[in-house]
């Protein structure tokens, strides 16, 4: 994985599930949750809910406090700052890669 570090891999990895897209999306929203509470967000059972967070936790994208008998997640704002840096500086890439390119056909163009 030229340029690409391995914890941003697996955050990449453990998003590319729409349900732990959607828990990442409601713990931004909504602030922290107890497991429980995101319940509602796929019609998935308690484990498999319980499986999904476990792989966001492991990825790093959420932190995990236990309330006597209740997990609380809540979003990792540093793992987020960390995916909006990297996509913002590919975006900057690909913005001046097609700004090159256009001024190229531009002076194609202009030749003809």
Do not use: C
């Not at 697996?10 to 990442?24: E, K």
């Not at 929203?29 to 107890?34: H, L, S």
């Not at 900057?92 to 700004?99: E, I």
């Amino acid at each position: 994985m030229s340029g690409i570090n391995a914890p941003l891999a697996n955050q990449f990895a453990a998003l590319g599930d729409p349900t732990r897209l959607a828990i990442i999306d409601r713990l931004i929203e909504d602030g922290p949750q107890a497991a429980g509470a995101l319940g509602d967000i796929a019609d998935i059972s308690a484990p498999a809910m319980s499986r999904h967070l476990k792989v966001l936790h492991q990825a790093g994208l959420v932190h995990r406090e236990t309330d006597k008998q209740r997990r609380i997640y809540s979003a990792n704002p540093d793992a987020l700052r960390a995916i909006g840096a990297w996509s913002l500086d590919r975006e900057a890439f690909w913005t001046a890669s097609l700004d090159r390119l256009a001024r190229l056909f531009q002076h194609i163009g202009k030749t003809e």
